[in-house]
């Protein structure tokens, strides 16, 4: 058996050569699940900055807070132009503009964080906000049964103050009428 030293200059000189021309290739792991699967093929196929506008408008105020959230909304993300980045155009109310554009850096950092990181830019355009408030829903009050009102009668009868007894009535009614009747089964 010979031994080979590692400090012999040619045959370092030919493990060189030889690594010069040999290269690896590199081994990709194998998908463990098909949703990983489709995963790794997706990322490959669809382009690197797809639009996120829907995705950030649904998060919008969990990214920015509620208090920012309530004076200004995302527009658009575009492009910055030459490799500089996204710039992300947020619509604001013209009274928090000054607010906002303070807020600016924070703002992008946190899209920028939530979108993966390439927002490079805020741009501010002051105007109406194109979000309507939410409705509250109206709930239909229904009518008190005559059992009901001669016992919410009675119940506040022995109150002496004749205008605190008809706040209190009336805070009953509220309450009796808000409240969904639990109809017990017939029972003949």
């Known amino acids: 058996m010979v031994m080979r030293s ?11 050569i030889r690594l010069r021309h040999a290269r690896a290739k590199p081994v990709k792991p194998i998908a463990k ?14 382009p690197k900055k797809g639009p996120a506008i829907g995705r950030l408008k649904l998060v ?3 990214i920015v807070g509620p208090q920012i959230a309530r004076v200004c909304e995302p ?18 109310i013209p009274a928090a503009a000054t607010m906002i554009q303070h807020q600016s850096e924070l703002i ?12 490079a830019e805020i741009r501010i355009k002051q105007g109406p906000l194109s979000r309507q408030a939410a409705p509250k829903p109206v709930r239909a009050l229904r009518p008190l049964t005559s059992e009901e009102r001669a016992s919410l009668e009675a119940s506040v009868a022995r109150i002496e ?16 009428a808000t409240e969904e009747r639990t109809q017990e089964p017939d029972r003949r």
């Open 75 to 92: 527009e658009k993300i575009g492009s910055g132009g030459k490799g500089k980045g996204r710039v992300l155009t947020v619509q604001c």
């Open 108 to 119: 992008r950092q946190r899209v920028s964080v939530s979108l993966g990181g390439d927002i």
């Open 33 to 46: 699940t098909i949703g990983t699967l489709s995963q790794r093929i997706t990322r490959d196929r669809l």
């Open 161 to 176: 103050d004749r205008s605190l007894r008809e706040a209190v009535l009336a805070l009953g009614e509220a309450v009796l």
């Open 6 to 16: 590692s400090l012999d200059p040619l045959e370092e000189a030919r493990a060189r």
């Open 60 to 62: 919008w105020a969990e």
